[in-house]
């Protein structure tokens, strides 16, 4: 069946930064791309998607390209900040998009 | 409301209880999920429904686990006879059902089974 693995952590990077936190995936079909984002005491919310392949999704600094030939969706961002230090999410919708599929999550931190 | 609302945010049961959590979705949204998300992991799929159709309920763990969308808004998750094991959040999302739409979530239901 579809599912999505992504790194585990935790991630502990100092301010400005590089990150990368990779994301693969198994589906049939043409599925969806996400990531989403939980901020210490917050729910779960987008950050970026990205529909088709080679798409590129991006959002406060953040990107991900769709890659079918590797099957991956990594988060990029060029300088981290101490607000972005949350846990984040990498999933998928299949092809109807009545069912989606997470990952484990990774926990990032960045340190002043 | 603007968002997904969820009721209790917290919910203590004592071993046997059964407990109800509700949740509200986004006005209009066709789609609403159930998920449940034990600590330092990912949501696992619970439930599905499309308006008041319950279309999956494959991920329910046990016939302990009821889901309820009556009128095609409100939802209800039902756990009868808490375990320990059943101490969780259970975030509730909802969406306007199409593939490439996003899933809003709620900020979930604590439950800890004592």
């Known amino acids: 069946g579809d599912s999505v693995t992504q790194m585990e952590g935790p991630v502990t990077l100092s301010e400005e930064a590089f990150l990368t936190i990779n994301c693969t995936y198994t589906?049939?079909?043409?599925?969806?791309l996400f990531w989403y984002v939980q901020y210490p005491g917050e729910g779960l919310q987008l950050l970026l998607k990205?529909?088709?392949?080679?798409d590129k999704g991006s959002n406060k600094g953040f990107e991900a390209t769709y890659r079918k030939e590797t099957t991956s969706f990594h988060l990029e961002k060029g300088s981290v900040q101490v607000s972005d230090s949350a846990v984040y999410f990498c999933?998928?919708?299949?092809?109807?998009?009545?069912?989606?599929?997470f990952g484990t999550g990774t926990s990032l931190t960045v340190i002043p | 409301g603007a968002g997904v609302s969820q009721s209790p945010r917290y919910k203590v049961a004592k071993r046997g209880q059964d407990v109800a959590l509700r949740c509200d979705p986004i006005?209009?949204?066709?789609?609403l999920f159930w998920y449940q998300q034990a600590l330092g992991q990912g949501p696992e799929f619970l439930t599905y429904?499309?308006?008041?159709?319950?279309?999956?309920k494959s991920g329910l763990p046990s016939d302990r686990f009821f889901a309820e969308r009556p009128e095609g808004s409100v939802s209800t998750l039902k756990i009868q006879r808490t375990q320990q094991e059943d101490s969780a959040v259970y975030l509730c999302a909802s969406s306007l059902g199409s593939k490439t739409g996003e899933l809003f979530f709620g900020e979930g239901s604590r439950l800890t089974v004592l």
């Open positions: 589906a049939t079909g043409y599925p969806s």
């Open positions: 429904f499309q308006n008041e159709a319950q279309l999956d």
């Open positions: 999933a998928l919708s299949d092809n109807t998009g009545n069912q989606f599929y």
């Open positions: 990205a529909t088709k392949a080679d």
């Open positions: 006005s209009g949204h066709v789609s």
